[in-house]
């Protein structure tokens, strides 16, 4: 082919914009444009409400609409642009194109333009869909930006590609072949089905080279700068390589000249370049936009920060069934994003593994012996059949030798008032996931070294008096003490530091200083030999102290346990152990039968929601001790409580470990009725020497949530008893005001139930230094009751049932305290401290049979650290099954807020506030509003009617284009 003519070339810009209107027009001059318009329309359609059902789905986004673009696409781009240089080579005007004063890559944009805008021509008829879905419920737009972006973005990068194999090829049917495995093949390379079966690395590059993963990660919402270069390198790579295609058929039949070369060499150069971009840009991962509503592809800080802190690799497995309910169905491809974003947060450290045991026997075998996951069967039904299915909805989470596994009830929450109206959706995934992640981590590094994750060194200091002075069993222990630490320090690597002090040298300067700083005090070995000397034990990171209790036994396996349970307090990632302190059985009322008592209150949801994400510990403190292991005190409905398990409750407050309570002066009973019985905790004067005081009432609040309360009513000239929903004004409904909104413990509720609360009164003047937060307060309207009998009776007390005292006001019903408390003890001897043989002997050995639990010296610690915190709920019923199931009746579906208001109090008061902001992210139930059928089927012949309006606005814009331009050639051809 002879050179281009000599002459001044076209502006390039300009020209290539002149080349896509005219091609663009040349589509719309044949059926060419109309029949891709037409199939392209037809067939998102279809697939939008009959292949993906979007109705059945009843959730309201636009998912269905970008599925199955990428293999149409496929397609449909290869038939715009098979014809796009193979016509031109065929009838032989490319060799006048190639030889006009126009640059080549002028021709290839203005084409690769024209075909780009009838796809987002295209695309842009597909918006009735998304318009119907926001008319029918709150679509999140996030998503829906993101797939139009994507398909553009993937119809750019098959047009690029259609476009370079069409200019290899004269034949149009040729052309379209080699589009289509070219496009089809990078659709492929990276789906699961070719990256399961290679490794994780190997799996991971295929990922990366193919378009199909990519389009799935913009279409979920999230704009990645590697997926948006990804396409746009992509696109560029087969536009040089298109314009070098066109060079080489300028240069063919001439020899070769130094220009030639240097085209070639120009050429490959930006082929490198282009993708070293992609090389470059994997390394930088925090480059993105979560477009979403609620960030719901966003990790939070606390995800990262224990994803970064991996030291094993991590696999997460997600078992899920093609074929499932329903309402599970469209929740599987949001989990199977989010299990993603958990892949591309962790990096090497983890890997994720999607898995259909249905269709892979071995899968089923390994998830039901190894990890206990089995198929779940739903019952399912439409007006033609019933029918069971058992399918899969899992996550399985493994470290080491730990696994966690979330069954679907951990994963879905049903929301809802009878069955017409029910609603499926994800329960706060990224928390459960999270949470599953930390247990298994946290159970696996139980047993290994904790100094591994400690942030900063730790310094042991041991406050000991002389060996003169100490009891013999703690001489010995002294010795052992100093062995145990010589072995710490040498696992170490560095992080401890051991200092010893005798507080009575120098004057006993440095014991006033612990008293007055710390409120710790000498301890006696008992009444009988009140010689007092010192052994207390604390480690101090710079930020944080923590006491070192004396082991029960005093032996050196003991004191191990005991001074790795105070370094795991200490560093970040271990298991953390709850201790909870739950009521004997209820004793029989008078004249009741024997055998008849009436049970004591069960907590068997709280014991498996505290079990999920702690180390929980039942402890009666009946020998006046919290075990040395347990890191925050849960006390639920106590009842006379004895003085020595007020001493503990007291000590461990002292030693600075947190405290939540839930206790009242009443107890409800239920039977023919519900009736309220007095009851003393045993913690009165002990929570009234902090300034606190729970009243003998309880509040009735207009506000109120629903209970099944029984109500009599005449039938007849008979009295019967009914069981009705009404409005119960012992169950507050606290929202609004009613939660502190600045306190995370209530930051994010949003609502709480609090059942049979009394009022909580904080006096200033004896809780001087504490810092007071109210949590829950009722409403305005509330007022007070002493009713013991708790059934409504809205006849004869009108308006709210009950006999009512004091004025209307808000009222606190739960209280949080911090600070430096003093101890109830100060001053007092310990009443662990009691004379006896096993007491007095101070030379007999610790081993003896004879020396009891209470052969361990004791003090009193007369003041706690300034970190000490205390939670008081004002319930004795407080998240007790009893009134969990009450709430759960009057809202027909499973209540949990009182559940996670303690959860949310145990991450506070353990000062893990990045979890607590974890649990507060929530999404919104996006569902469809209720349609009847008929209705559906209006919404599906209106979509495709607009379909076809739009396809003839499209025709009618074309016609009257033409006359105008056949009008103004008229007047062209008067005018000359």
Not at 260 to 280: C, E, F, P
Not at 424 to 453: H, S
Not at 575 to 589: E, F, K, N
Request: some cysteine; proline content about 8%.
């Amino acid at each position: 082919m002879p050179e281009p003519a000599l002459g001044r070339k076209l502006a390039p810009w300009p020209t290539a914009l002149r080349v896509a209107r005219k091609e663009f027009r040349a589509f719309f001059a044949s059926p060419a444009a109309y029949l891709f318009l037409g199939a392209f329309l037809a067939a998102v359609l279809f697939a939008f409400f009959w292949i993906d059902t979007f109705f059945a789905r009843n959730i309201a986004d636009a998912r269905p609409l970008f599925r199955w673009l990428p293999l149409l696409l496929v397609f449909l781009v290869a038939a715009l642009t098979m014809r796009s240089w193979s016509d031109e080579r065929r009838m032989g005007t490319l060799e006048s194109l190639l030889t006009a004063p126009v640059a080549p890559w002028s021709l290839v944009l203005g084409k690769f333009l024209a075909v780009l805008a009838l796809v987002a021509l295209a695309l842009l008829l597909t918006l009735p869909l998304p318009l119907t879905v926001a008319l029918l419920g709150p679509l999140d737009w996030g998503p829906v930006a993101g797939g139009y972006v994507a398909t553009l973005l993937l119809a750019a990068a098959y047009a690029a590609i259609g476009l370079a194999v069409s200019a290899r090829s004269d034949n149009p049917i040729i052309a379209l072949i080699g589009t289509v495995v070219v496009c089809a093949l990078l659709h492929f390379v990276g789906s699961p089905v070719l990256t399961s079966l290679v490794g994780q690395p190997m799996g991971r590059w295929l990922e990366a080279l193919g378009t199909g993963a990519r389009f799935e990660a913009i279409t979920r919402g999230v704009l990645d700068l590697r997926d948006l270069a990804y396409f746009a390198t992509l696109a560029g790579l087969f536009l040089v390589l298109n314009v070098y295609s066109l060079e080489r058929l300028r240069w063919a039949g001439n020899p070769a000249s130094p220009r030639h070369h240097a085209r070639t060499a120009l050429a490959a150069l930006l082929a490198a370049n282009l993708a070293a971009v992609n090389l470059w840009l994997a390394a930088v991962p925090w480059l993105r936009l979560d477009l979403t509503a609620e960030r719901g592809f966003t990790l939070s800080p606390a995800t990262r920060t224990q994803l970064q802190g991996l030291r094993e690799p991590l696999v997460i497995r997600g078992y899920f069934s093609a074929r499932t309910h329903p309402y599970l169905a469209p929740l599987v491809p949001r989990l199977q994003d989010l299990l993603r974003e958990y892949a591309a947060a962790a990096g090497p450290r983890a890997r994720v593994e999607i898995v259909d045991p249905t269709r892979d026997r071995a899968a089923e075998e390994e998830a039901a012996s190894r990890y206990g996951v089995r198929p779940v069967p739903f019952q399912t039904a439409d007006r033609y059949q019933a029918a069971v299915v058992s399918s899969y909805f899992d996550v399985v989470v493994s470290y080491g030798d730990q696994v966690e596994k979330l069954g679907f009830r951990d994963l879905i929450e049903v929301k809802g008032r009878g069955e017409e109206a029910l609603t499926v959706v994800l329960k706060n995934p990224e928390y459960a996931i999270t949470r599953a992640i930390r247990k298994a981590v946290g159970a696996y590094q139980a047993g290994g070294n904790a100094f591994q994750t400690l942030a900063r060194p730790v310094t042991f200091r041991g406050y000991v008096s002389p060996d003169a002075r100490l009891p013999a069993p703690l001489r010995r222990l002294r010795a052992e003490l100093q062995a145990v630490l010589d072995e710490q320090r040498g696992k170490s690597g560095g992080k401890l530091e051991v200092r010893f002090a005798d507080p009575d040298a120098d004057g006993g300067a440095l014991a006033r200083e612990l008293r007055q700083k710390y409120g710790l005090a000498p301890q006696i070995a008992s009444l009988a030999d009140p010689q007092p000397f010192w052994f207390t034990m604390l480690l101090d990171d710079g930020a944080e102290l923590v006491q070192v209790p004396l082991p029960d036994t005093l032996d050196r396996p003991a004191l191990e346990r005991t001074l790795q349970s105070a370094l795991k307090r200490m560093a970040p990632g271990f298991l953390r152990t709850v201790g909870l302190v739950s009521p004997p059985a209820t004793p029989a009322l008078p004249g009741m039968p024997p055998g008849m008592a009436p049970p004591g209150p069960s907590y068997q949801r709280l014991e498996q929601v505290l079990g999920e994400g702690t180390r929980l510990r039942y402890a009666d403190l009946a020998d006046g001790r919290v075990p040395d292991d347990v890191d925050l005190l849960l006390v639920a409905a106590p009842r006379a409580l004895t003085d020595r398990q007020r001493f503990a409750i007291d000590q461990f407050l002292m030693r600075g470990g947190p405290v939540v309570l839930a206790t009242s002066p009443f107890d409800v009973r239920m039977g023919s009725g519900i009736d309220a019985v007095k009851q003393a905790s045993g913690l009165e004067e002990w929570l009234a020497g902090f300034g606190v005081t729970i009243d003998e009432a309880m509040v009735v609040d207009p506000r109120s949530a629903a209970l099944p309360v029984p109500v009599e009513r005449t039938l007849g000239g008979l009295p019967v008893r009914e069981i009705r929903l009404l409005k119960y004004p012992h169950f507050a409904d606290l929202r609004g005001e009613s939660l502190d909104g600045d306190s995370p413990i209530t930051r994010s509720l949003q609502q709480l139930t609090l059942n049979w609360a009394s009022p909580v009164r904080v006096d200033p003047a004896k809780a001087q230094g504490l810092a007071v937060t109210e949590l829950l307060r009722s409403s305005a309207g509330s007022r007070l009751s002493k009713d013991l009998q708790l059934v409504p009776d809205t006849r004869g007390q009108p308006p709210l049932g009950f006999k009512l005292e004091g004025e209307a006001a808000p009222r606190p019903l739960a209280v949080a305290l911090q600070g430096r408390f003093t101890s109830f003890y100060k001053g007092k001897p310990s009443p662990l401290a009691a004379a006896g043989p096993a007491a007095s002997a101070r030379g007999a050995a610790a081993s003896a049979p004879a020396a009891a639990e209470d052969s361990r010296p004791t003090s009193v610690i007369e003041q706690s650290p300034a970190t000490a915190r205390l939670v008081l709920v004002a319930s004795n019923t407080f998240a007790s099954d009893l009134a969990i199931d009450l709430a759960s009746q009057g809202l027909q579906t499973l209540y949990t807020k009182p559940l996670e208001f303690l959860q949310n109090t145990i991450d506070w008061a353990l000062e893990d506030p990045a979890l607590l902001e974890l649990r507060g992210r929530t999404q919104l139930a996006r569902t469809l509003e209720a349609l009847p059928e008929g209705a559906q089927r209006r919404w599906e012949m209106g979509n495709y009617l607009a379909a076809l309006a739009a396809l003839a606005a499209v025709w009618g814009w074309r016609r009257w284009v033409r006359r105008a331009d056949d009008r103004r050639a008229q007047l062209v051809l008067q005018a000359a």
